[in-house]
């Protein structure tokens, strides 16, 4: 019999509208009264940070703003942040955007009362204690941050991707507003939408996976692989931005107690080194992966076919895998996501370290299927040729 444990404080605020009320839940959560809110430049250009900021003010919150977070934050930003917290007197961070907001926030809710650097946490150097309040509103259905424990930092000295774990990084208040979503240009809701939907694909399947993550990631699978289509061709889709919103919170929640897996760990490689855009660089390689698993666990990735609807339930495993593949292929070029070598900067030359980067994730360990130096070489080879090895035992025909 498995054991296992599954926990999550973070209270939940879901629907149209609900940013607005943001000053009474901070209220009723006693949280306050001095808030350092965390965005990117786009999102505060988009006009979504300053009518939550003069709703905190009108209510009587001291606020200050902190813009300077990049795509796949550094260090450096954090710091910048802690900083501001100490001079500031903050008691709570609200972090207002996607993922990369979001995991900024947390690293200064974590830095800037304690001090140190980002490495210092990740390396297990020093203490997660004394964390400020962190509070989540998201603007891009893709990370499921506002729910989880983690916040992936770029170490900038060496482009490692660190992930700062915690229980105490989980946000006391996620604050989802469909509304915020509405403005998201198609290829970032494609590429957040395409990263939500490997998060529930790797929390489902990877060795610490449980059955309260199972149920969430089966969920989230069914929902985005349904609505991103919708919500990527028209963005004013009120119910596809909901339930694409609602799908990235399950499956925060799937692998929010378990963890992500090799299409990550490659994912994350390649943004340390080239700045690709996360959800993207999640796409290039899924369906890669997922073959290379399938090898061993056919069973486990036919049932994922079947959750996505790209299987029927009479299809044997071995076609409802071909079929899986098949389907995250089309998926991606309908939305389309770019191949690995159309990518900026990927350089062939550069795979060995993209390899020693994904080796070094602490994820490697997770993937459902062992995987080596060699395999994650193999693997990036295959998405560089655009090629996917076709299982020769099943019927090629019967897919068409």
Do not use: W
Not at 62 to 90: H, K, Y
Request: some cysteine.
């Amino acid at each position: 019999m498995k054991s296992y444990s599954y926990f999550c404080a973070t209270q939940i605020e879901m629907g149209i509208g609900k940013s607005k009320k943001i000053s009474e839940m901070l209220e009723y959560l006693r949280v306050g009264p001095s808030i350092l809110v965390v965005s990117d430049p786009g999102v505060v250009r988009a006009g979504l940070v300053s009518p939550i900021i003069h709703t905190l003010e009108t209510s009587g919150y001291r606020v200050v703003l902190f813009d300077s977070v990049e795509q796949n934050p550094r260090d450096t930003n954090c710091l910048e942040g802690a900083q501001l917290f100490r001079d500031f007197g903050a008691e709570a961070v609200v972090a207002i955007g996607g993922g990369s907001a979001m995991d900024t926030g947390k690293a200064i809710a974590l830095c800037g009362p304690n001090g140190g650097i980002p490495s210092d946490y990740a390396d297990g150097q020093r203490l997660y204690e004394n964390i400020a309040p962190i509070i989540c509103i998201p603007t891009t259905a893709g990370t499921g941050s506002e729910v989880t424990r983690s916040s992936v930092i770029t170490e900038s000295s060496t482009h490692r991707k660190m992930t700062l774990k915690h229980t105490s990084l989980r946000p006391v208040l996620a604050v989802l507003d469909p509304e915020l979503t509405f403005s998201v240009p198609p290829s970032v809701t494609a590429a957040t939408g395409v990263d939500a939907l490997v998060h529930a694909i790797e929390g489902y399947t990877c060795k610490g996976t449980n059955p309260i993550s199972q149920a969430f990631g089966a969920k989230a699978m069914k929902t985005i692989v349904s609505a991103l289509p919708i919500a990527f061709r028209d963005g004013q889709n009120e119910e596809a931005r909901h339930d694409m919103l609602e799908g990235s919170l399950l499956a925060g929640l799937c692998f929010g107690s378990t963890d992500v897996a090799a299409v990550h760990c490659l994912a994350e490689a390649l943004g340390g080194l080239y700045d690709t855009p996360h959800g993207v660089a999640n796409a290039v390689f899924l369906p890669y992966v997922l073959r290379f698993n399938s090898m061993e666990n056919k069973g486990l990735h036919a049932t994922l076919g079947r959750y996505m609807n790209f299987a029927s339930d009479s299809d044997s495993d071995e076609i409802a895998v071909e079929k899986l593949i098949q389907g995250i292929v089309k998926l991606t070029e309908s939305l389309n996501i770019p191949k690995l070598k159309d990518l900026e900067g990927v350089k062939k030359e550069d795979f060995p370290r993209v390899v020693e980067l994904a080796m070094q994730n602490n994820s490697t360990s997770s993937n459902v299927r062992s995987i080596t130096e060699t395999d994650y070489m193999h693997i990036l080879e295959q998405a560089y040729s655009d090629r996917i090895e076709i299982n020769l035992n099943s019927s090629v025909e019967s897919l068409r």
